[in-house]
């Protein structure tokens, strides 16, 4: 019995990754941050996040909004989306006893932000880097959330003691899975702009 249950898991899990492997991509997001772009978050008048010329300086300090930014999916016309990946290029990260992570979100709550996904960390602290991450319906418990909202929010946490900080330069969200079909136009509207044509023809005739 127990070995039944292993096949199954296992051809499950190959077609799952089939799957994934067959999705396309259909639309990419990318914000840089700074002078270009503000972060959601920052609007808010209880962040204590920075803007810089090329980049958002992301801060954990206590009574102050919280940094998150939106990715909104709806002006990709998806008839089904399957994984995203996150690419996010960041500087002046610690890796002492204090680090970040990455917490993909479906709304503004901390209720809908429960995965954490470590960044990588620098020595020295003031190198950058680029780091990428793919979110599913398999390692995210608030995909379908996000699928159905039509909004992918990102958020960060910080783990350690500590006031900690470090720079986001831009974040890419690449959205794989397939495009809506255009419906074909229906047989009596195209015979209904053959008559059209047909009419202002003969009266040009004329």
């Not at 939106?70 to 500087?91: A, R, V």
């Not at 809908?112 to 950058?128: E, F, H, R, V």
């Not at 831009?170 to 509207?189: Q, W």
Request: glycine share 4%.
């Amino acid at each position: 019995m127990k070995n039944i249950f292993v096949k199954i898991a296992a051809i499950t899990s190959l077609s799952l990754i089939a799957t994934f492997s067959q999705a396309s991509l259909i639309g990419s997001i990318t914000h840089d941050y700074g002078s270009q772009y503000t972060a959601s978050s920052l609007n808010s008048a209880n962040s204590c996040d920075t803007m810089n010329s090329d980049s958002v300086t992301i801060r954990n300090s206590s009574n102050c909004q919280r940094f998150y930014d939106l990715f909104d999916l709806s002006s990709i016309n998806y008839d089904t989306i399957d994984y995203f990946e996150l690419t996010l290029s960041f500087s002046r990260t610690l890796g002492i006893a204090e680090w970040w992570t990455v917490r993909p979100a479906a709304s503004t709550s901390s209720t809908d932000a429960t995965q954490l996904l470590d960044l990588q960390t620098l020595i020295p602290a003031y190198g950058s880097l680029t780091q990428s991450f793919t979110f599913n319906v398999v390692n995210n418990n608030v995909f379908d959330k996000i699928v159905d909202n039509q909004n992918f929010y990102l958020w960060f946490a910080h783990l350690g003691l500590g006031n900690q900080n470090f720079r986001l330069a831009d974040a890419k969200l690449d959205v794989f899975g397939t495009l809506a079909e255009v419906p074909e136009p229906a047989p009596l509207a195209l015979l209904s702009l053959s008559l059209i044509a047909l009419a202002l023809g003969k009266r040009r005739k004329n």
